[in-house]
């Protein structure tokens, strides 16, 4: 597990701040200590120590340097120009999730197309800050005022379109391969997939009818599909090859590396069970092969799933299982 994911790493607005004031002034007041993440560069990384004499101030060490502006130097610039260009309060007492600020720049990018079809509030939740629940925005006034500032609206509607379709994609110039996204995680970081020629479709949930808009002259690029490795997110997969089927083109799953976060199916926000009563939960056995399934009746046996957000999309693409692929062959030439 990539534990400098964003999606991993867990770390507030706060932290964010503090770190950066660890980068330009090599040391920080601000009381951060406790956070998962901030303890792993502390204890293991030793990036980060506490002064001697006075453990409440913590400073930067050798190499820290170097790893902010690797891992965090480019995201704070985009969170603080964000912040500026939207008026949105930003100060050390605002307790958004840097996944949330991520989520916050998607907003910006598609807000043309979100305040065409504009949801309720608890679809807006549910979909765009997925596995955070549907009453996530209504429970985070600030987060709410800052999605609404975004928009530029004041309220929700108080009733969904008739047809709601999202449909976001994340362009790419020369694109190598396609990867349709079950949910909008890699979506909200589209800089790693344009640097990877990548080009990105959201198919989520029942937005799955975006397929048949694929145009014939992208089938002949090699196709992958990413998803929750659930029984739903398994389910729509089979529905997307199958749809691609009758249009000629072969979808591929992604497999999740060795080493992903495996969750319980009862996880907070998590509605989907695997169905004991069928082999294979029902789903159907030759939609996958021999690796994927060895993990799918791994994850049934022992009631886990692996969420899509929680790996590397890339690494996914160039793994070791997919070296006879056209994936590898594009992203190792």
């Known amino acids: 597990m990539n534990r400098d994911s964003i999606y991993n790493r867990k770390l507030s607005w706060r932290h964010l701040k503090a770190l950066n004031e660890l980068s330009v002034k090599g040391v920080t007041k601000s009381k951060i200590r406790g956070n998962g993440y901030i303890e792993y560069l502390i204890q293991t990384k030793r990036f980060i120590k506490p002064k001697i004499g006075n453990l409440n101030i913590l400073e930067a060490q050798r190499g820290f340097a170097e790893f902010y502006d690797s891992n965090f130097r480019k995201y704070f610039d985009l969170f603080t120009n964000l912040f500026d260009s939207y008026e949105i309060e930003s100060d050390a007492k605002r307790r958004y999730l840097e996944e949330d600020i991520i989520t916050l720049l998607f907003i910006s ?15 807006f939740s549910a979909t765009v800050f997925k596995g955070k629940g549907s009453k996530y925005l209504e429970n985070n006034i600030s987060l709410k005022n800052a999605v609404c500032q975004i928009l530029g609206i004041k309220e929700f509607p108080e009733k969904d379109p008739k047809n709601l379709a999202w449909r976001f994609v994340v362009d790419c110039v020369t694109p190598t391969a396609i990867v349709l996204c079950e949910n909008l995680a890699f979506l909200k970081l589209p800089w790693k997939a344009k640097e990877n020629n990548l080009e990105l479709w959201y198919v989520g949930g029942n937005n799955i009818g975006i397929v048949d808009d694929i145009p014939s002259s992208k089938l002949s690029l090699p196709i992958f599909y990413s998803c929750d490795w659930d029984y739903h997110g398994l389910r729509i997969y089979s529905s997307v090859k199958a749809k691609l089927k009758i249009k000629g083109a072969d979808l591929k799953l992604l497999s999740p590396p060795s080493d992903s976060l495996l969750l319980p199916v009862d996880s907070p926000n998590h509605n989907s069970k695997w169905d004991h009563s069928k082999p294979l939960s029902g789903l159907e056995p030759s939609v996958f092969n021999e690796d994927q ?7 049934i046996q022992k009631d886990q799933w692996i969420e899509e957000e929680s790996n590397d999309l890339v690494l996914m693409l160039t793994s070791r299982p997919l070296k006879s692929s056209l994936a590898y062959k594009y992203f190792n030439a």
């Not at 807000?111 to 679809?123: A, D, F, N, Q």
């Not at 399934?293 to 994850?299: E, N, P």
């Open 109 to 123: 990018e598609h807000r043309v197309s979100l305040r065409k079809e504009l949801s309720t509030i608890r679809t």
């Open 293 to 299: 399934l060895k993990l799918l009746k791994s994850l």
